[in-house]
Protein backbone atom coordinates (compact mmCIF):
# COMPACT_ATOMS: atom_id res chain seq x y z
CA UNK A 1 0.00 0.00 0.00
CA UNK A 2 2.82 2.00 0.61
CA UNK A 3 4.07 1.77 -2.90
CA UNK A 4 0.44 2.40 -4.84
CA UNK A 5 -0.04 5.35 -1.92
CA UNK A 6 3.28 7.45 -3.51
CA UNK A 7 2.19 6.36 -7.47
CA UNK A 8 -1.30 7.89 -7.05
CA UNK A 9 -0.60 10.93 -5.05
CA UNK A 10 2.11 11.88 -7.60
CA UNK A 11 5.17 11.63 -4.96
CA UNK A 12 8.52 11.88 -6.66
CA UNK A 13 6.60 12.23 -10.37
CA UNK A 14 7.62 14.24 -12.93
CA UNK A 15 4.32 17.47 -12.32
CA UNK A 16 4.28 17.42 -16.37
CA UNK A 17 2.50 13.96 -16.58
CA UNK A 18 2.12 11.82 -13.13
CA UNK A 19 1.66 8.54 -13.14
CA UNK A 20 -2.01 9.34 -11.67
CA UNK A 21 -3.53 11.02 -14.25
CA UNK A 22 -2.44 8.50 -16.57
CA UNK A 23 -3.64 5.22 -14.24
CA UNK A 24 -6.88 3.41 -15.57
CA UNK A 25 -6.87 -0.16 -13.95
CA UNK A 26 -5.13 -0.61 -10.47
CA UNK A 27 -5.15 -4.08 -8.65
CA UNK A 28 -3.76 -4.36 -5.36
CA UNK A 29 -4.19 -7.71 -3.02
CA UNK A 30 -3.02 -8.28 1.00
CA UNK A 31 -1.50 -11.61 1.52
CA UNK A 32 -3.78 -12.40 3.81
CA UNK A 33 -7.63 -11.15 5.63
CA UNK A 34 -7.56 -11.07 9.27
CA UNK A 35 -10.09 -8.50 11.21
CA UNK A 36 -7.38 -6.06 11.71
CA UNK A 37 -7.14 -2.82 10.68
CA UNK A 38 -4.45 -2.33 7.83
CA UNK A 39 -2.39 0.62 8.34
CA UNK A 40 -2.43 2.86 5.64
CA UNK A 41 -5.87 1.86 3.92
CA UNK A 42 -7.65 4.99 4.94
CA UNK A 43 -4.67 7.27 3.57
CA UNK A 44 -4.55 5.10 0.21
CA UNK A 45 -8.39 5.59 0.12
CA UNK A 46 -8.04 9.22 0.41
CA UNK A 47 -5.41 9.51 -2.17
CA UNK A 48 -7.40 7.72 -4.73
CA UNK A 49 -9.36 10.87 -6.00
CA UNK A 50 -5.90 11.78 -7.88
CA UNK A 51 -6.33 8.73 -10.18
CA UNK A 52 -8.42 11.12 -12.23
CA UNK A 53 -8.76 8.24 -15.35
CA UNK A 54 -8.99 4.94 -13.50
CA UNK A 55 -11.84 2.95 -14.49
CA UNK A 56 -11.53 -0.57 -12.39
CA UNK A 57 -10.59 -1.06 -9.16
CA UNK A 58 -9.91 -4.24 -7.10
CA UNK A 59 -8.97 -4.55 -3.71
CA UNK A 60 -8.35 -7.92 -2.11
CA UNK A 61 -7.68 -9.28 1.11
CA UNK A 62 -8.53 -6.24 2.86
CA UNK A 63 -10.46 -5.54 6.06
CA UNK A 64 -12.26 -2.43 5.34
CA UNK A 65 -14.03 -0.50 8.28
CA UNK A 66 -16.22 2.87 8.54
CA UNK A 67 -13.12 4.91 8.09
CA UNK A 68 -11.88 3.50 5.32
CA UNK A 69 -15.03 2.60 3.14
CA UNK A 70 -15.92 6.49 3.69
CA UNK A 71 -12.65 7.60 2.52
CA UNK A 72 -13.00 4.95 -0.56
CA UNK A 73 -16.60 6.57 -1.80
CA UNK A 74 -15.71 9.96 -1.47
CA UNK A 75 -12.50 9.91 -3.49
CA UNK A 76 -14.46 7.23 -6.15
CA UNK A 77 -17.36 10.01 -6.29
CA UNK A 78 -14.65 11.99 -7.32
CA UNK A 79 -13.12 10.25 -9.97
CA UNK A 80 -15.42 11.07 -13.33
CA UNK A 81 -14.28 7.73 -15.41
CA UNK A 82 -14.52 4.66 -12.83
CA UNK A 83 -16.93 2.13 -13.70
CA UNK A 84 -16.15 -1.04 -12.28
CA UNK A 85 -15.27 -1.61 -8.07
CA UNK A 86 -14.09 -5.19 -6.99
CA UNK A 87 -14.25 -5.71 -3.48
CA UNK A 88 -15.10 -9.73 -3.40
CA UNK A 89 -12.70 -11.16 -1.09
CA UNK A 90 -12.65 -8.31 1.51
CA UNK A 91 -13.95 -8.01 4.75
CA UNK A 92 -16.25 -5.28 5.56
CA UNK A 93 -18.44 -4.52 8.67
CA UNK A 94 -22.21 -3.79 8.86
CA UNK A 95 -20.88 -0.07 9.59
CA UNK A 96 -18.70 0.01 5.94
CA UNK A 97 -21.13 -2.16 4.46
CA UNK A 98 -23.83 0.90 5.35
CA UNK A 99 -21.67 3.38 4.36
CA UNK A 100 -21.17 1.90 0.99
CA UNK A 101 -24.86 0.71 0.38
CA UNK A 102 -26.43 4.26 2.08
CA UNK A 103 -24.10 7.00 0.72
CA UNK A 104 -22.31 5.32 -1.66
CA UNK A 105 -24.94 4.03 -3.95
CA UNK A 106 -28.55 5.20 -2.82
CA UNK A 107 -27.56 8.17 -2.67
CA UNK A 108 -25.78 7.77 -6.26
CA UNK A 109 -23.00 9.41 -5.19
CA UNK A 110 -20.64 7.63 -7.32
CA UNK A 111 -23.09 7.73 -10.38
CA UNK A 112 -20.32 6.57 -12.69
CA UNK A 113 -20.58 3.27 -11.52
CA UNK A 114 -21.62 0.06 -13.67
CA UNK A 115 -20.15 -3.08 -12.49
CA UNK A 116 -20.28 -3.92 -8.89
CA UNK A 117 -18.46 -7.10 -7.23
CA UNK A 118 -18.87 -7.86 -3.13
CA UNK A 119 -19.15 -10.25 -0.55
CA UNK A 120 -22.90 -11.82 -0.29
CA UNK A 121 -22.79 -10.03 3.69
CA UNK A 122 -23.48 -7.20 1.49
CA UNK A 123 -26.48 -8.51 0.22
CA UNK A 124 -29.62 -7.22 2.55
CA UNK A 125 -28.29 -3.84 2.55
CA UNK A 126 -27.47 -3.30 -1.35
CA UNK A 127 -31.13 -4.57 -1.99
CA UNK A 128 -32.09 -1.66 -0.19
CA UNK A 129 -29.99 0.28 -2.00
CA UNK A 130 -30.74 -0.35 -5.44
CA UNK A 131 -33.92 0.97 -5.52
CA UNK A 132 -32.66 4.32 -5.59
CA UNK A 133 -29.25 3.18 -7.77
CA UNK A 134 -29.37 4.23 -11.45
CA UNK A 135 -26.13 3.86 -12.21
CA UNK A 136 -25.34 -0.23 -11.38
CA UNK A 137 -26.25 -2.46 -14.14
CA UNK A 138 -24.14 -5.30 -13.30
CA UNK A 139 -23.31 -7.30 -9.87
CA UNK A 140 -21.27 -10.23 -8.74
CA UNK A 141 -22.24 -11.01 -5.44
CA UNK A 142 -23.39 -14.86 -4.68
CA UNK A 143 -26.99 -15.70 -3.82
CA UNK A 144 -28.15 -12.53 -5.18
CA UNK A 145 -32.19 -12.07 -5.40
CA UNK A 146 -34.30 -11.68 -7.71
CA UNK A 147 -34.69 -7.90 -6.51
CA UNK A 148 -31.24 -7.54 -7.10
CA UNK A 149 -31.83 -8.62 -10.54
CA UNK A 150 -34.93 -6.26 -10.94
CA UNK A 151 -33.27 -2.81 -10.16
CA UNK A 152 -30.15 -3.84 -11.82
CA UNK A 153 -33.05 -4.90 -15.28
CA UNK A 154 -34.15 -1.01 -14.94
CA UNK A 155 -30.67 0.13 -14.45
CA UNK A 156 -30.10 -0.74 -17.85
CA UNK A 157 -33.52 0.06 -19.04
CA UNK A 158 -32.37 3.64 -18.35
CA UNK A 159 -33.59 4.29 -15.50
CA UNK A 160 -31.52 7.30 -15.00
CA UNK A 161 -33.41 8.99 -17.52
CA UNK A 162 -36.76 8.99 -15.72
CA UNK A 163 -35.82 8.87 -11.76
CA UNK A 164 -35.08 11.95 -9.81
CA UNK A 165 -32.05 11.74 -8.23
CA UNK A 166 -33.36 13.58 -5.22
CA UNK A 167 -34.26 11.03 -2.22
CA UNK A 168 -36.27 12.48 0.46
CA UNK A 169 -34.14 11.29 3.53
CA UNK A 170 -37.21 11.73 5.68
CA UNK A 171 -39.42 9.43 3.35
CA UNK A 172 -36.85 6.79 2.30
CA UNK A 173 -39.26 4.23 2.70
CA UNK A 174 -41.82 5.23 -0.42
CA UNK A 175 -39.56 4.54 -2.88
CA UNK A 176 -37.68 6.35 -5.72
CA UNK A 177 -39.83 8.90 -7.29
CA UNK A 178 -39.91 9.54 -11.53
CA UNK A 179 -40.51 12.41 -13.63
CA UNK A 180 -41.55 13.17 -16.76
CA UNK A 181 -38.87 13.60 -19.36
CA UNK A 182 -39.43 14.57 -23.33
CA UNK A 183 -40.99 11.79 -25.23
CA UNK A 184 -38.02 12.44 -27.56
CA UNK A 185 -36.02 10.62 -24.74
CA UNK A 186 -38.49 7.45 -25.24
CA UNK A 187 -37.46 5.34 -27.85
CA UNK A 188 -33.91 5.29 -25.98
CA UNK A 189 -35.28 3.57 -22.67
CA UNK A 190 -37.75 1.44 -24.82
CA UNK A 191 -35.26 0.15 -26.86
CA UNK A 192 -32.71 -0.61 -23.61
CA UNK A 193 -35.76 -2.19 -21.90
CA UNK A 194 -36.62 -4.33 -24.86
CA UNK A 195 -33.26 -5.48 -26.41
CA UNK A 196 -30.70 -5.23 -22.92
CA UNK A 197 -31.47 -9.14 -22.71
CA UNK A 198 -28.97 -10.19 -25.30
CA UNK A 199 -26.47 -7.99 -22.86
CA UNK A 200 -23.96 -10.97 -21.79
CA UNK A 201 -24.03 -9.85 -18.16
CA UNK A 202 -28.08 -10.70 -18.20
CA UNK A 203 -29.26 -13.93 -16.32
CA UNK A 204 -32.85 -14.13 -17.27
CA UNK A 205 -35.74 -15.50 -19.25
CA UNK A 206 -36.91 -13.87 -22.44
CA UNK A 207 -40.11 -11.98 -21.09
CA UNK A 208 -38.18 -10.81 -18.11
CA UNK A 209 -37.55 -6.85 -20.11
CA UNK A 210 -41.22 -6.78 -19.91
CA UNK A 211 -40.89 -5.94 -15.96
CA UNK A 212 -38.81 -2.98 -16.87
CA UNK A 213 -42.03 -2.14 -19.30
CA UNK A 214 -44.11 -2.43 -16.64
CA UNK A 215 -42.60 -0.36 -14.20
CA UNK A 216 -42.52 2.40 -15.95
CA UNK A 217 -46.62 1.61 -16.83
CA UNK A 218 -46.91 1.41 -13.28
CA UNK A 219 -45.63 4.71 -11.95
CA UNK A 220 -47.32 6.63 -14.87
CA UNK A 221 -44.97 7.86 -16.66
CA UNK A 222 -45.97 6.17 -20.03
CA UNK A 223 -49.15 7.55 -19.67
CA UNK A 224 -48.66 11.09 -18.49
CA UNK A 225 -46.66 11.83 -21.61
Not at 19 to 24: D, G, I, N, T, V
Not at 72 to 86: H, Q
Not at 166 to 180: M, S, V
Not at 199 to 219: P, Q, T, W
Request: hydrophobic residues 40%; contains cysteine; glycine residues 8%.
Amino acid sequence: LANALKMISGEKQPRSCPLSHRLKILSIANKELSEDAVPGLVEFCGALQHARSLMYLSLGEYMIYEPDMQALVDSLGRIPSISNLSLLTCGMTGRSIHYLCQEGLQHNKIPTLRALSIPEVASDALAAALQYNTSLERLLMEGRGSMHTFYLDLNRGGRRLVQLDRIDAGNDCAGPRYQNVSASLWPLVLNRAMHHKTDKFYYGGERRHLDVLYCLLRNRILLEL
